[in-house]
């Protein structure tokens, strides 16, 4: 029986051996992303980047974090009271996405019998729903451990029959796993909306950027917050 219910697991749950636990590997994440970025710069001087290029793609980078960092704010928020600060904050600065943390979190609570978040999820669900999310982890380590030392090869492979081949395929891979991520979240007629406006005006935009070709480095990030405020606003004044 579960000692420990509704929000009194929480205690644990915000505990500072939590953030104890979790504060190294972020640590450890964010000296990668320095390590990669200064590796990149290194590399850029070999494809024949100049500083000042690099400057600009980190830059644009930068920017078009804007609009996935307020939406990724958002949903900590959210997931934040259900698991916690410690391992929401963990998790979501690695893998990124609350969907995948959510359905971990709520596979974890049906193995015990309860709702996610529900009166009855308390300190047994909740290390059953770490124990899930943490696992699922797994599978992306051990795909990339076998398989991402061969990517390069299987591109070489590919060029030869046709330079274009490997671009339209992940092309259209990336096009294929935005499009299920999209499906799932178009519930209800708010985030509906949200897509279909996000999509009008990174289209209007694209459009615009013929002319104005420093205008696409803003392009990701201005119709991500498009598309926020527009659900926002359908949940707001229209689904009362």
């Known amino acids: 029986m579960d000692f420990m219910t509704n929000k009194e697991y929480l205690q644990i749950a915000n505990s500072p051996m939590l953030w104890i636990c979790v504060i190294p590997v972020v640590i450890v994440e964010m000296l990668q992303a320095a390590i990669f970025i200064r590796d990149a710069v290194k590399a850029g001087e070999i494809v024949g980047l100049t500083k000042d290029d ?6 644009a980078g930068a920017i078009c974090t804007i609009g996935p960092g307020i939406s990724m704010f958002t949903v900590m928020v959210a997931f934040m009271s259900i698991v916690g600060g410690p391992f929401a904050w963990l998790r979501l600065s690695i893998i990124g996405t609350v969907v995948t943390e959510t359905l971990g979190a709520t596979a974890g609570a049906t193995a ?27 599978g992306f380590f051990i795909v990339n451990l076998l398989f991402a030392h061969k990517m390069e090869s299987i591109k070489v492979a590919m060029e030869k029959r046709d330079m274009r081949m490997f671009n339209i395929i992940g092309g259209c891979l990336m096009i294929g796993c935005i499009a299920m991520f999209l499906a799932q979240q178009c519930t209800n007629i708010a985030k509906i909306s ?36 527009i659900a926002q606003t359908f949940a707001v004044y229209v689904m009362k």
């Open 54 to 59: 690099c400057k600009e793609a980190i830059r």
């Open 112 to 138: 015990m019998g309860v709702d996610l978040g529900g009166p009855d999820y308390g300190i047994m669900a909740f290390t059953c729903s770490v124990w899930v999310i943490t696992l699922n982890t797994w």
């Open 194 to 229: 949200g897509a279909v406006g996000g999509f009008i005006v990174m289209t209007i935009l694209m459009f615009l950027t013929r002319k104005h070709p420093r205008l696409a480095e803003y392009n990701l990030g201005i119709a991500l917050i498009a598309g926020i405020l």
